[in-house]
Structure formats: C-alpha cells, structure tokens
C-alpha cells in the first residue's frame, strides 16, 4: 500500500520518538493513523507500515490482531465495547452485551445496517468494580451500565449520528 505524503509525515514524526535501530517501536503509533484516516487497518495496510518500519508483516500482523482497538474490517460510527471478562461476567457483563446485540439487531462483532454502531465483546477494561461496562469508540468508558442506561446510551447516540 502506498501512503500519502502527509500519513508518512505522521509516521516519521512517530519514527523520530524512537533510536533508528528500533523504529519498530512505532508500530502501534502508526498502526493507530490509518485506522485514523481509514477506519480500520487492512493487510494492505499492515503490510504498508511493516515496509515502512522495515518490519516483517506478519509482525505487525500480530499487534494488530492482539489489540482490540484496532479495527481489521471497517466498523460503525459507533464501535461499541462490551467487557465480558470474568468479573465483569460476574455483574452481567453478558447481560448487557446480549441486551446491546438483541436492541440494535446484530451478533456480537456484528454491525448495523445503517452503519451507525458495531457491537463487540472486550477483554478486561480495568473497571471491575464498576461492571458492566462499555467503552465507546475506544475512548470513552461508561460504567454501571443497566439496560436503562443502555437504551439510554444508543439513543443518544444514534440522535447523534
């Protein structure tokens, strides 16, 4: 994949955080501009940043793919993040995840129609004490969240989109 001049701009201003010799440090940096500007990170993309990066692409491949907060496929305007790690299962993690999915009318890792939300189960989002949660397009988390305050959530959003 072929980057624009202004991408590869970010990327070296990533790249310059890091000694030459371990430029690969950058990888989640730039990993996180393409989902910026694409919306999700393609294997065109990996294997752009890996040449870039002078990476193998299957090295980039696995950061990709162990972080849930990046995208391999695009997503909704919404990306909707479920914790259904065990303390949160313990306070109806699954419950609210299946309350999200049965509400907008789509499997978990599934998205709507219109485009508006895609709904996924995460891993642990460090809020144990505050289950179930939710984290919204990976920056905000949302915590005690009863199906009121679901419903309550995805039609704010949607009025939103």
């Not at 790249?15 to 990888?27: C, G, M, Q, W």
């Not at 696995?62 to 909707?80: A, I, R, S």
């Not at 919204?136 to 959003?157: A, G, I, P, W």
Request: aromatic share 6%; with cysteine.
């Amino acid at each position: 994949m072929t980057f624009s001049e202004s991408t590869l701009a970010r990327f070296s201003k990533e790249v310059a955080k890091y000694p030459a010799e371990h430029k690969a440090s950058a990888v989640m940096a730039c990993l996180a501009i393409v989902q910026d500007e694409q919306g999700h990170v393609s294997p065109e993309a990996e294997a752009g940043i890996a040449a870039v990066l002078g990476m193998a692409p299957i090295a980039v491949h696995e950061v990709t793919t162990f972080y849930n907060m990046y995208n391999q496929q695009p997503v909704g305007k919404f990306k909707l993040n479920v914790c259904t790690n065990l303390p949160c299962q313990l306070r109806d993690g699954e419950t609210a995840l299946q309350h999200v999915c049965k509400r907008l009318g789509v499997e978990p890792y599934g998205s709507t129609a219109d485009g508006v939300f895609t709904v996924q189960p995460s891993e642990c989002l460090g809020a144990c004490a505050d289950a179930p949660v939710l984290l919204v397009n990976d920056r905000q988390m949302l915590s005690f969240m009863t199906n009121e305050r679901l419903d309550e959530l995805l039609d704010t959003l949607k009025a939103n989109s």
